[in-house]
Structures are given as C-alpha cells and as structure tokens.
C-alpha cells in the first residue's frame, strides 16, 4: 500500500498569504495519479487538483497542484477567510488508492 | 446538477448488518464507475469499495468478506452491503462518483454528504 505523508499537519495564516502543502508518497505514483481534495467542516470533500496539476471544474485558480514521483504539492497563492479546511491528497496510481492524513489550514 | 444522496446509516450492534444506498442524479449513472469511501470521527478518508459501470467489483482488504458493493443502473443507485459489523467501522460513508478509474483506482468528481455507520452495544 503506497503511504502518503503530508506536511504540515497544522497552518495557520492571514487572509492573502501564500501557502503551500506536501505530501510524499512512499514510492513513485505512477502516470502523475495524484489527486487534492478540501474538506471543511461538516462538509464532504470536493476535488480541487486531479492528474497531479488539472484543476478540477470551478476552482478558482489560486489553486495550483505541482509535482511527480513521490514528491507532490498544492498551493494556495492568496488566502481567502473560505479557504479554511483540511486538505488531502490521495493517489490512485496503484492498489488500494489511499490518502494522506490531511493538513489543516486555519485563517487567522 | 450532479446529486448523489447516501441513507441507510443507523446505530447497529457489533456483529450486525446494514444495507446503504445512493441515490444518484444529474448524469448518466450507468456510464460511470462508483465508490464509497468512509471517514471515522475526526479521521481521515478511507476507500472501501468500488464498483465499475459493468459491475466489476473491488474491495478494501478491511472489509473483504464483511463488504459488498452492487449497482442497480436502471434506478441510479448504488448499494453497500455490510455484514459482521464491528466498532471500527464507525464512520461515515460517502458515495463518491469515480473518474479516470485503472484496475478500480479512481479519483472522486462528487462526493455525497455522507450516512453515519455506528457499531456500538
């Protein structure tokens, strides 16, 4: 089972700063199968980044996903109050398609 | 508008049985490939089953032999069928709309809001 380390696991950041997430998987995600999600409270997660840097349908595009192999970013380049959330990444490169253990980020 | 609509959750007994369902609109269900994926309380996400447009199914190892997954394409639902319940299955399971699936490894489009599994005497 491919493992996915994300980092940090807490932020906390004013609105319009710029802020970027890890996450590592434990070996080489094939074909760039890495996906972002933002889950905020009491909500389900909606698909923000698919293919490792496609955005998803309707996010806005201070949303940017980064990387190949095992190492993988998201980043947020201007904070707004509604960015709020958890953050996770999963890959769907192998068997079983797993996530990471999310990174939340706070708006001071 | 793409709806997917999880009920079914309830409070069961360890060793109990559940059925869940999704009822789905706003897209051609029967062309799409469907999962669900389950979260416990204040943890992360976690897949558990999937099933492709022609019922080709895949379980988590966790739930193998507890799990099963059924789609019925002329109603738009998708069904989690789950024997043998213990306490770590406590959490709640989303129905989650798969795109770009490989040998059942997907990414998820939509997600619905959730039915809350819990095991407990």
């Known amino acids: 089972e491919v493992l996915l380390t994300q980092s940090p696991g807490t932020l906390s950041l004013f609105p319009g700063e710029r802020v970027t997430l890890s996450c590592r998987a434990s070996q080489s995600v094939s074909g760039r199968s890495l996906a972002w999600y933002q889950q905020q409270p009491g909500q389900a997660p909606r698909l923000l980044i698919y293919?490792?840097?496609a955005r998803a349908t309707g996010i806005p595009d201070r949303f940017s996903g980064s990387g190949s192999g095992t190492d993988f970013s998201l980043t947020i380049s201007r904070l707004e109050p509604e960015d709020s959330a958890v953050y996770y990444c999963?890959?769907?490169?192998?068997?079983?398609?797993?996530f990471g253990r999310g990174t939340k980020v706070e708006i001071k | 508008e793409v709806q997917l609509v999880e009920s079914g959750g309830d409070l069961v007994q360890p060793g109990g049985s559940l059925r869940l369902s999704c009822t789905t609109s706003?897209?051609?269900?029967?062309?799409?490939?469907m999962n669900w994926v389950r979260q416990a309380p204040g943890r992360g996400l976690e897949w558990v089953a999937y099933?492709?447009?022609?019922?080709?199914?895949y379980i988590a190892d966790s739930v193998k032999g507890r799990f099963s997954v059924s789609r019925d394409n002329a109603k738009g639902s998708l069904y989690l069928y789950m024997y043998s319940l213990r306490a770590d299955d406590t959490a709640l399971y989303f129905c989650?709309?798969?795109?770009?699936?490989?040998?059942?490894?997907?990414?998820?489009?939509?997600w619905g809001q959730g039915t809350l599994v819990t095991v407990s005497s």
């Open positions: 706003g897209f051609s269900f029967n062309s799409y490939d």
């Open positions: 999963q890959q769907y490169g192998y068997s079983p398609w797993t």
């Open positions: 293919g490792a840097t």
């Open positions: 099933i492709s447009s022609g019922s080709t199914t």
């Open positions: 989650a709309r798969g795109r770009q699936c490989t040998g059942g490894n997907c990414y998820v489009d939509y």
